[in-house]
């Protein structure tokens, strides 16, 4: 399976919101709403954003939203804040199997 | 607290044959699914196989490369993950991460990693 692809970097400023795309195929993405974004900060261990699409996890912020359209998934930061600043992964189930993205780097200005 | 701490990484040649454990702590270790995925330096996350529970039959997944080389097991009893590989190569360099699945499908707590270097 391929990886899933991310656009390599997004940056905004404190208080802007960015928008990261996660585009698959119809073999993952797209048939099943089993998608989960993840954020790793540098020299860190991955950390579950998002899963289900759109479902956050107790203890993570409301800034954070995921949301899907066929094979495209993407996560939603708003009112970017500073610690924001990190790697964020998609990641889909597919048959069995997972498929991650290939990474977006996001910077906040 | 869960807390989910790798050992075993190292340098190994290409050809040879490493075992990396992962020992759990602060859960039912034997309710759950359990994955590795790995990160070679500088780049992305990369799903290598997958456990799933006894009681959901025990059965493992692995990704294409890896597959046929590498080897997913368990012991409830130590509550301790396992992954052995064999036959090494140099893209096999990585930090390999143990992970707890949440809902079946998804990874919410990762350990630390262990730094895998296959080279000659």
């Known amino acids: 399976q391929s990886a899933l692809t991310q656009p390599p970097s997004v940056s905004g400023s404190p208080g802007q919101s960015v928008t990261i795309s996660c585009t698959g195929t119809?073999?993952?993405?797209?048939?099943?709403?089993?998608v989960s974004w993840y954020q790793q900060p540098p020299g860190t261990a991955p950390k579950l954003m998002i899963y289900e699409v759109s479902n956050r996890p107790s203890g993570v912020p409301d800034r954070f939203s995921g949301s899907k359209s066929g094979n495209t998934a993407s996560l939603t930061i708003s009112g970017l804040q500073a610690e924001d600043e990190a790697d964020y992964y998609c990641?889909?189930?597919?048959?069995?199997?997972?498929?991650f993205g290939t990474g977006t780097k996001v910077t906040v200005l | 607290e869960v807390r989910l701490v790798e050992s075993g990484g190292g340098l190994v040649k290409p050809g040879g044959s490493l075992r990396v454990s992962c020992a759990a702590s602060?859960?039912?270790?034997?309710?759950?699914?359990m994955s590795w995925v790995r990160q070679a330096p500088g780049k992305g996350l990369e799903w290598v196989g997958r456990?799933?529970?006894?009681?959901?039959?025990?059965?493992?997944d692995y990704a294409a490369p890896v597959k046929g080389r590498f080897t997913i097991s368990r012991d409830d009893s130590k509550n301790t993950l396992y992954l052995q590989m064999n036959s090494l190569k140099t893209e096999d360099t990585a930090v390999y991460y143990c992970s707890r699945h949440y809902r079946s499908h998804y990874f919410d707590n990762w350990g630390q990693g262990a730094l895998v270097t296959v080279s000659s």
């Open positions: 602060g859960f039912t270790f034997s309710n759950a699914w």
């Open positions: 119809s073999s993952d993405v797209s048939s099943y709403n089993r």
């Open positions: 990641s889909s189930y597919t048959s069995s199997l997972y498929v």
């Open positions: 456990i799933k529970s006894k009681t959901d039959g025990g059965t493992t």
